[in-house]
């Protein structure tokens, strides 16, 4: 995930019901930047009430007008107790005036090994020990709620202005909440030399296509430019692969909808994750935007190296993109 990312597809539905959002995790993951950027947004942010007063304070009263309410939960919780939190967040499931999700923040533990040697904190599983036991411990006693989460938010590598913006597009007031609209398809393309994305549900492997970086001229650059377009697409094989991409997931998102899930993350991955797999991505957010489904789209390595940046300016001033990057 990404500050650079675009959203395509159908609009939200009005929906009256109450909005309440758990949101827990690891300790260091960003539950309390999740917890502001909702208060931003307009939700009432409580942060670590005692896990028996949660029902209450976010329940509906009689007469109401529409909430939005985000209630922060992690170890330092008093009588916090993972088991209790699933049962709260049931039995608020169960109102037909209310729509309740559970958010839970993730981190590589390398990443908020980091954090924490610069914050100098201690960990709260571990105030004594080592923050890897703490962190280790955390895992462990939040498993439950790691899987049974509507969302669980990787932060290792995303910005605060991507998380800002994640939060404000699924969140929002207007945001769909219809199981029928409220399918969020996320598409990421990727480099394999740099890992899977952990959030993909789907992933698919563009490497065997002929590859745009052995061409001089389009080596700099990216699947978003109609020169890399056209050669991808001249690949013989191209077009079957897309064929059963498409149909696959004309296959499976429709289920992912009857098993109430909220969000699909579809992966595509080639080797520098800046030619065949971003163009693939767009193709793919254009193909299911038809046909009626939400999507956002993220180009990882895009952003990470900048590259974005470097064609938006390269625009700017008229000069061509490899220009741009020497410059």
């Known amino acids: 995930m990404s500050d650079d990312q675009t959203v395509t597809g159908l609009p939200a539905e009005a929906d009256s019901r109450h909005r309440i959002v758990l949101v827990t995790g690891l300790s260091g ?4 930047s ?6 931003d947004i307009g939700y009432e942010a409580i942060d670590n009430p005692p896990l028996e007063l949660v029902e209450a304070m976010v329940r509906q009263r009689p007469g109401e ?4 309410v985000a209630v922060g939960l992690d170890v330092r919780s008093r009588g916090f107790d993972p088991d209790q939190v699933l049962v709260a967040l049931a039995r608020l499931r169960e109102s037909p005036a209310t729509h309740a999700e559970l958010v839970y923040a993730w981190a590589d533990e390398t990443v908020l090994q980091r954090r924490y040697t610069e914050t100098r904190r201690r ?3 571990a105030p004594q020990g080592r ?3 703490g962190i280790a411990a955390e895992q462990n006693l939040t498993a439950r709620l790691h899987e049974a989460a509507d969302l669980v938010i990787d932060t290792s590598d ?15 007031p207007d945001a769909a909440i219809d199981p029928q609209l409220g399918l969020s398809v996320a598409l990421i393309s990727f480099a394999y030399p740099r890992g899977l994305p952990r959030e993909a549900d789907l992933v698919f492997d563009a490497r065997f296509l002929r590859n745009p970086h052995y061409d001089p001229a389009l080596r700099p650059l990216t699947g978003q430019d109609p020169a890399v377009g056209a050669y991808v697409r001249e690949d013989i094989d191209f077009a079957g692969f897309f064929a ?3 149909g696959l997931l004309g296959l499976v998102l429709p289920r992912f909808v009857q098993e109430g899930k909220k969000y699909a993350t579809v992966a595509i991955g080639c080797t520098g994750g800046q030619h065949r797999s971003v163009y693939i991505v767009e193709q793919l957010a254009a193909y299911l935007a038809e046909t009626g489904w939400r999507v956002t789209t993220t180009h990882r390595e895009l952003v990470r190296e900048g590259v974005l940046a470097r064609q938006q300016a390269a625009r700017g001033s008229g000069a061509p993109p490899d220009q741009a990057k020497e410059a």
């Open 123 to 125: 960990h709260p599983m």
């Open 29 to 32: 993951a960003g539950r309390a």
């Open 131 to 133: 923050v890897s036991d």
């Open 65 to 68: 007008t529409r909430r939005f």
């Open 158 to 172: 995303l910005p605060l202005a991507g998380l800002r913006q994640l939060i404000e597009r699924r969140f929002g």
């Open 34 to 39: 999740i917890l502001r950027a909702l208060e």
């Open 244 to 246: 059963q991409i498409t």
